[in-house]
């Protein structure tokens, strides 16, 4: 799709917040990296009318990342967000600064001057809160541009040059924690890029579909079923732009949940009509997890490991070299955790198995029609193809199963342990009308042994942690509030229910600090 509005990623790990923010307004944008964003690359695509510079962990100061020059000459609109501002003041003449200390988490801003970026939303001569991040600040702004907003940590806020529609935000208007932070966006949409809001997953899924028939033609194509509602969707997609040239294999990796292959099986085949082959190789993942602790080494071996039997079972779909395809439904959050293919500049958090863990033999094309969307984007596409709403309502289930829900080495025994223990809770979450209420939760088995008392002897077993967290698109998550008393229901379930499992928590941890699985 033509984007209107382009971010430029200077490798903050809430850039994708930003697309998310721009996207709810019903503007299409894409994110691209840095050192890709030269003035005839973005002259190159008419459709833009505006460009945002997002935050970064670097310093201008030092040397940090940087756009060539001839990138100022752009006449688009320009909005620059923390470390976007920075580098918008130092190389327009402005000047910038360490600060004696980094400035993280809530800050209150005064607006000294009137802005298009404020109307309707911010006055003059009122103080607001937002959310800050930085360890410098622009001490003086370039010739053009004035002060608007200010607050003691940061002299310079926020500072706009009105005639070349350039502003610059120190803080982050992308985050829940500013409020009214949306509203700004969507007046640099609206008001001064002049974008209209007429983006609609209709329209993706058309130019999804065509896309995907003239990347793949007559070829034969795979997609790897998860259980999930990602790869779901990117098969949906599939089966609707080429038809019976897709064969979709639902590897049996004797990692999934209680039930989880019939389950899934019965939705993608009997209600969405998809062709879908099973393939148990359970014994082969398990077998090649033994002993492994380490995450991210569990995720490159399930990732390539998924691969292999991919070729294996292809055999069966056509000849030796005659499938040119594999479909996978790698989403937006999944790239900016693993360090983008196209280069992004953000730190690794974790990689994932259908990003960063195929192996350089690999003789498929990718083939990734979600690449750009967002969790809650996904399930929108998922109606707009006629999926099932059982289906699309499941609450997300990794690529790797319950080997990240099991830190520390995997065992037949664990994994049945922490099955039974992930149904009850799940059980326990749909009977009292908790599961559509929350964006995802399951159990963790922890690695460690605690002693109990249970009908007046001594135990020795493992603990249980649960999870359960609401967001929108997994970048950022809140702890699902449930009621002490159901907490404790519940640990008396799982306890009573699971022999082996004497002691149950409940994670608080909200995301960040933490991530959403463990690991």
Not at 434 to 442: E, G, R, S, V
Not at 447 to 468: E, F, I, N, S
Request: hydrophobic share 40%; aromatic share 8%.
């Amino acid at each position: 799709m033509k984007s209107d509005i382009i971010i430029i990623d200077f490798g903050s790990q809430v850039t994708q917040l930003i697309a998310r923010r721009v996207r709810e307004a019903g503007v299409y944008c894409e994110i691209m990296p840095y050192h890709d964003a030269t003035l005839a690359r973005l002259a190159a695509d008419t459709a833009v009318k505006g460009i945002i510079l997002s935050g970064g962990p670097a310093s201008v100061a030092d040397g940090g990342p940087n756009l060539p020059a001839e990138f100022w000459q752009t006449p688009l609109p320009l909005l620059g967000i923390c470390y976007g501002q920075q580098l918008m003041a130092h190389s327009l003449g402005g000047r910038v600064e360490s600060s004696p200390g980094r400035e993280f988490g809530r800050a209150s801003v005064r607006v000294v001057a009137d802005s298009p970026l404020l109307q309707g939303v911010w006055q003059q001569g009122q103080d607001y809160t937002v959310w800050m991040s930085h360890g410098d600040k622009v001490t003086a702004i370039p010739p053009g541009f004035q002060l608007v907003a200010q607050s003691d940590a940061a002299p310079i806020a926020l500072m706009a040059n009105e005639n070349a529609k350039r502003y610059g935000v120190q803080f982050h208007p992308e985050v829940v924690h500013t409020p009214d932070g949306d509203r700004l966006i969507r007046n640099f949409l609206f008001r001064i890029a002049g974008c209209q809001p007429d983006w609609q997953m209709a329209n993706y899924k058309d130019e999804a579909i065509a896309k995907l028939r003239a990347q793949i033609g007559s070829e034969k194509v795979v997609c790897g079923i998860s259980g999930g509602v990602d790869s779901a969707v990117t098969a949906a997609l599939l089966h609707q732009a080429v038809g019976d040239q897709l064969h979709c294999f639902f590897v049996d990796n004797g990692l999934l949940r209680h039930n989880e292959a019939a389950e899934v099986m019965q939705m993608l085949v009997e209600q969405a009509k998809l062709p879908v082959e099973i393939v148990d190789a359970s014994e082969l993942f398990l077998g090649r997890l033994d002993g492994v602790v380490e995450p991210e080494e569990k995720r490159k071996i399930i990732g390539a490991t998924f691969i292999e039997v991919f070729e294996q079972a292809c055999l069966k779909f056509g000849a030796a070299g005659s499938i040119k395809f594999l479909a996978q439904g790698t989403l937006y959050p999944d790239v900016i955790e693993s360090v983008s293919a196209s280069g992004g500049p953000s730190a690794t958090i974790k990689s994932h198995h259908n990003v960063g863990g195929l192996p350089e033999r690999l003789r498929f094309e990718l083939v990734e029609p979600l690449r750009l969307l967002f969790k809650d984007e996904v399930r929108v596409l998922g109606r707009e193809l006629g999926l099932p709403a059982s289906l699309l309502g499941r609450h997300p289930f990794p690529g790797p199963g319950l080997a990240i829900r099991l830190p520390g080495g995997i065992s037949r025994e664990k994994l049945a342990l922490l099955r039974a223990a992930d149904h009850e809770y799940i059980s326990a979450l749909r009977e009292a009308g908790y599961y559509d209420k929350i964006w995802q939760a399951f159990a963790v088995l922890l690695p460690v042994k605690t002693v109990g008392v249970m009908g007046d002897g001594r135990t020795y077993d493992y603990a249980c942690a649960l999870r359960a967290v609401t967001s929108t698109d997994g970048m950022t998550a809140d702890v699902f509030p449930f009621p002490p008393e159901f907490l404790v229901q519940l640990a008396t379930r799982i306890i009573n229910k699971v022999p082996g499992i004497n002691r149950v928590t409940y994670d608080i941890t909200s995301k960040p600090p933490g991530t959403i699985e463990w690991e």
